[in-house]
C-alpha cells in the first residue's frame, strides 16, 4: 500500500513537472491559427456550456415577439455582431476566418434565448466574444436576441429591410453626447424599456 502510494505520488509530481516544463519553455501554441488538441477542445466545450446552461437558467425573457424590439434589434445586430455572425446569404467576412473557435453563424444556427442573452451580455472568454452588457443595458441586449430569434430563414432583402427601418441607436446618441464628459450621478443609459434583468448572486473569475 505504502509502495503504491510512493509511486502515484512519484507519478503526480512527474506529470505537474512535465506541465510546468510544457507551459515554462513555451511550448504550446497560442496562435489563433493552431487549433486545440482534441481533448483540449473537448474539455473547453464542456466546461463553456455547463458554465452557459446554469447561468442562463436563471434568466426570465421578455415579449420577443414585440415588432419594436425586434427592429431595434436588427440595428443593433447590423453595428455589432453581423462581421463575426454574418447577415443571410453573406458567405463570410474580413475578421471571421482569422477567429478561433469560429463564431456561429446566426443567420443559420438557432439557439436558446437565454443562452444568446447571457453570451451576448458576459461575453466569452479566450474567444473573442465581447461582454456586451459592460456598455450596453439589457434592454438594448433583449431586442439583439428578439432579432437573432427571427434571423435563421431571413432573406438578405428582408434583412436589409429589417435594418433600414431599424429605430436610431439611442445609447450611442447619448454616448456622442457625452463623449469627453464625466458621467454624473443622475446620468441614465437606455431607451427606458422595462425589461427584466438578470438575477445575480454569480461568482467572478
Known amino acids: 500500500m505504502t509502495r503504491r502510494l510512493s ?22 501554441d ?24 446554469v447561468r442562463a437558467s436563471r434568466i426570465e425573457p421578455p415579449d420577443l415577439q414585440d415588432e419594436q424590439l425586434v427592429l431595434k434589434g436588427a440595428g443593433q445586430y447590423a453595428a455589432m455582431c453581423v462581421n ?29 434565448p437565454k443562452t444568446v442573452f447571457w453570451v451576448t451580455k458576459h461575453g466569452l472568454k479566450m474567444t473573442g466574444m465581447p461582454a456586451w452588457g459592460l456598455g450596453h443595458d439589457d434592454a438594448t441586449i433583449w431586442s439583439i436576441v428578439a432579432f437573432v430569434t427571427k434571423l435563421p430563414g431571413l432573406s438578405a432583402e428582408h434583412y436589409k429591410d429589417m435594418v433600414a427601418r431599424a429605430p436610431p441607436d439611442e445609447e450611442m446618441q447619448s454616448m456622442d453626447k457625452k463623449d469627453g464628459m464625466k ?18 448572486g454569480e461568482h467572478k473569475h
Request: aromatic share 8%; net charge negative; charged share 20%.
Open 84 to 112: 463575426c455572425h454574418l447577415a443571410p446569404e453573406q458567405a463570410n467576412s474580413e475578421i471571421r476566418p482569422g477567429l478561433y473557435p469560429q463564431p456561429p453563424n446566426l443567420s443559420e444556427q438557432r439557439f436558446d
Open 7 to 28: 509511486v502515484a505520488v512519484l507519478a503526480a509530481v512527474a506529470l505537474c513537472g512535465g506541465v510546468l516544463f510544457y507551459v515554462g519553455y513555451g511550448f504550446y
Open 183 to 200: 458621467p454624473g450621478k443622475d446620468d441614465k443609459s437606455g431607451s427606458g424599456m422595462q425589461m427584466p434583468t438578470e438575477q445575480k
Open 30 to 53: 497560442v496562435g489563433a491559427d493552431m487549433p486545440h488538441w482534441e481533448i483540449t477542445r473537448k474539455v473547453m466545450e464542456t466546461v463553456r456550456n455547463r458554465s452557459i446552461a
